[in-house]
């Protein structure tokens, strides 16, 4: 029997869970981007130097590579391509082209949330610098600024006055990689926002999950996610809701099999939002955590789909206890020394991953590619968790010198 080929667009560590569970399948695993010494590349069957935003390049190459399978996992810039390589060689897909490209551009995603009766907040789409700056009294504050289509949060800026609002609309545009920006209202959130991973087979969710995502103030960047915890703090109603809304959506737009990543929230007004939803599995470890947390492996069952094999079922299942993600970072520019934890922390570590070593030069906290590492903690009570999360210098100290 032909041993099953599965191309991942992209090359960094996020793919390596994905890698390890095809090889578990017995697939082929081909990784592509331009970048030859990003890790995922160490670990894959086969290498192509590729730039995975130029779609009909990506498609030469999947056509001559013969693939059975094309996904993007983790890595944003890449899921236009592989969408548009599943629909014209008849792949399995995520759902239709066209439907891709509205969840990944920010200005369309919006548009088509407005049109079809969804909460959304208001927005503006730019494609020049000055266009933008034209339209300024059309914006009330607070709004955010940000790019459609970089990743780990590159390019966003909160503004809070018509002074600030020249040097966010110049670093969003120095983020995007199609030239288009967007201004839009700041949706203050009651509580915690959730940014998390959920699972769809046959256009219907079989596993929807929600997050308690944090930030960290004091980063060069505020805005990029410091850490998550599991379950969620939102009411069961608004899980509720959002649930269905998050399946009404995918419907109208035809999606079928496919991990979700999921952004949600609820505003101060007491309306529960969808932010962003986009057919890859999210960034900083976040099926991981499901898996984690629930026993519910994602990872697998969407390897399995890509090539056409059946996933399995998947089931909705209670969380494991109180879990977080600690995103590992330094406040600031440095050479890393050392972590330390200190032993009274009432929480079980169950990983502990760093990725840098002692005299490696690390940067401030300005976008997730500044991570140094991750901690998977489980706790045994929601305020024991709280506590912690909100207290993190109390307990945790990355050490630079």
Known sequence: MRQKKLMLLGGIRYLLPVIKAAHEQGYYVITADYLPDNIAHKYSDEYVNVSIIDKEAVLKVAREKHIDGIMSFGVDPGV???SYVQNKMGLPSFGPFKSVEILQNMDKFRAFLA??????????????????????????????????????SKGCTRVDSENELMAAIEYAFKYTISGHIIVEEFLEKKGYSSDTDSYTKDGKFQFVSFSAQCFDAYATNPYTPAAYFWP??????????????????ISLLGMKTCVFNIETRVGQNNKPYIMELTPRGGGNRLSEMIRYSTGVDLITAITRAMVGDEPGEIEQKPYNGHWAEIILHAENDGEFVGLQINPALPAEVIEEDLWVNPGDKVHGFEAANDAIGTLVLRFENEKDLEKAITNQSSWLRVVLK
């Open 80 to 82: 236009v391509s592989a």
């Open 115 to 152: 049109e079809n009766g969804f909460n959304v907040p208001w927005t503006f789409g730019f494609a020049s610098k000055e266009e933008a700056c034209k339209a300024r009294e059309k914006f009330a504050y607070p709004l955010i600024v940000k790019p459609i289509d970089s990743a780990g």
């Open 232 to 249: 969620s703090t939102f009411t069961k109603e608004e899980e509720e809701y959002l649930t269905n809304e998050l399946q009404r959506l």
